[in-house]
């Protein structure tokens, strides 16, 4: 499986394949199928908020974030032009 993950939000501190990395908010990666991930091991601002989009997708693991407008997914929401977020 194939992860992209995009910080919407917030600085970030993790582990891809050994290597440590710091993301902030517009900053993403990809971890291609076998490569350990660990992020976030820490969360270096107050909050953070992250969009991660899965290949193929994983039967059961669907969130829907920031719906009618409220909550963590409302600016990635508004940034896709939707009111809220959801896959399946």
């Known amino acids: ?8 939000s917030g600085r970030v501190q993790g ?3 050994g290597h440590r990395i710091v993301l902030s908010a517009g900053q993403y990666f990809v971890v291609a199928p076998g490569v350990v991930s ?10 953070a908020n992250f969009l991660v989009i899965k290949a193929p997708s994983v039967r059961g693991s669907k969130t ?3 719906a009618q407008g409220r909550g ?6 508004k940034l896709l032009g939707r009111r ?5």
């Open 84 to 88: 809220s977020i959801a896959s399946g």
């Open 1 to 8: 499986m194939i992860e992209c993950t995009l910080l919407l």
């Open 38 to 47: 660990n992020v976030p091991e820490r969360v270096l601002s107050k909050r």
């Open 72 to 77: 963590p997914g409302t600016r990635a929401a």
């Open 64 to 66: 829907v974030v920031g």
């Open 15 to 17: 582990r891809i394949a």
